[in-house]
């Protein structure tokens, strides 16, 4: 029988499955003004909070934005990566030449974010001064490799790409699963003296 179900659900006793009625846009329009006022004070306190991660003293607020750099980071490495093999795929000369020059660039913009990085890790240890001492070696690659003989080929390339591979990535990982969960912990944070 087409439509008997939704006779039955728009009539009798299944009509209470039918929600009419929308949900609220939101929860502030319930919020007191002293459960508003409560809750912005300790969203503030929590931002003043500091932690020491990596031996290093930080605020929430710089742990997040080092977090994102960190993602970011990893991103643009994973990427720089891929590029790598689509290097080996290409099929002309012309394209290749074009890859390793947008490698080059891409990678002094990553070698510029790792070395922010590296300065918001200063005197750091554990997977950051791990990661701060690979920085230092992908930039030693990195001038090697495109200043070298002022001609940059496949083969630099695949030496920065080791550098990635091999020092970057593990510790970089562990950092940003180190600095997720510290933000993720409610113990571990205190008021600044």
Known sequence: MPGFNSFLLGHGRFSAAIQESTPPDSDDE?????????????????ARQ?????????TRKDTEQILEML????????????????????????????????????????????????????????AAQILSEAFIDLSKAMVGAFQGNGKVDVQDVQGVVAV????????????????????GRKDGWSDPE
């Open 164 to 183: 990635y591979q091999r020092q970057i990535k593990k510790p970089l990982d562990d950092a940003i699963k180190e600095l997720g969960k510290g933000l």
């Open 30 to 46: 319930f919020e007191t003004e002293a459960s508003r006022k409560r809750r912005l004070q300790q969203e503030r306190r929590r």
């Open 71 to 126: 993602k970011r980071l990893k991103s643009d490495i994973d990427a720089q990566i891929e590029s790598f093999h689509d290097m080996g795929v290409a099929s002309s000369e012309k394209e290749r030449k074009e890859g390793i020059g947008e490698f080059t660039v891409r990678s002094q913009l990553i070698l510029k974010n790792s070395m922010k990085v590296s300065d918001q890790f200063e005197n750091a240890h554990g």
């Open 50 to 58: 500091v932690s020491r991660i990596y031996g290093a003293v930080m």
